[in-house]
């Protein structure tokens, strides 16, 4: 669901782009709307100023033919006087409302239609001029103008307006794809950068420079925090590793411990079920260690251990692991694949391994031996608790053997 949502999150080029758009057409449009009403507003000025000076001369016009009743000549005058100019309708009406000369410019195609829709919309109140006879008014003449050339004003204003928006369209795009290279991109790089360090742990990624002073900065700084980000990490995994190696190992021998044993023993009984081979541990017990840690002191006693620990790790192959136990007590892990010769081979190797003397801290040598039992997965148990104390006993067995045999 996160990842959907960001996904359908709208991109900075987007949103920059989209910005520009909606700011640049709302700029265009207020302009064109400003020019056009003020112009309009400009235009019915002067056509109402024009139109008041057409009907006072109408009115001079058919004054006489109205004077003497001859409506065609009333008619010819109107003609003369309208017909050249920005006029669509002229009526001439007694003091009773009564029409007595009227007048319509014919419509010319759809241009002509549409400017009269347009001045019946902005002018829908007729120029008035009143004929006299003496002091007295014996008609009235209503004059109701055109909009000769104001239509096509609006469309040209509309085709302006519109050619603006082209141009702001790409004007947009041009501004977005600088954008995109100039800003977004860099930041992309930044983002794709701090991801991987993130995900994938690739502390050796690096930010690449920008042309733009506040995002190269912002590159550059984020590249010093990587460097000390990198240095914290590897201090962090060298320190876990020596938390680790001094959980799991022992601190005098150097070999791996109770717990590392105890991890290490399960995973050897599922690689010897997967690939159907036996393999052994061996439970190891120093002889005497006691006596030579009370006649020749405990540094005497780690001294030996130590080097009993290093011959125990010549005679093994590399996949064997050896651990020590604790006290004088070692074990073995004899990697699947080891038949009883080899078993036997190797222990024969690690009692040889103990036939020279071992020199102490103090000069002295001293003799070392161990007692040795082993177990074999799954001959002797299939159990890795059970294997354990086969093993266990069968090197107190060994030893209770040695014990009988210095006996005698």
Partial sequence: MRASNRSAMPTLRQVLARGHMRLIFVAVLTAAITLMVTGVLVIRGYADRNLALIARTVAYTVEPALVFEDRDAAQRGIVAVAASESVHHVAVRDTRGRTLVEWRRPAEGAMATVERGIADLIAPSPALADIRRGPAVIAQVQIYGGADGLGRFILSGLATALACLVLTLVATWTLSRRLQRDVTEPLGRIADVAHAVRADRQFDRRVPTSDIQEVDQLGRDFNALLDELHDWHKGVVTHNRMLERQATRDVLTGL??????????????????????????????????????????????????????????AVLRPEDEAFRLGGDEFALILAPGLSADQLAAIKARIADGMAQPIMLPNGERVDASLSIGSACYPEDSADARDLLRHADAAMYAAKAGRAIHRDR
């Fill in 256 to 313: 791996g411990n109770r717990a590392m044993f105890e991890q290490l023993l399960p995973a050897a009984v599922a690689q010897s079920d997967a690939q159907a081979r036996s393999f052994a541990i061996l439970y190891i017990d120093v002889n005497r260690f006691k006596q030579v840690n009370d006649t020749h002191g405990h540094d005497a006693g780690d001294a030996l251990l130590i080097v009993i620990a290093a011959r125990l790790r």
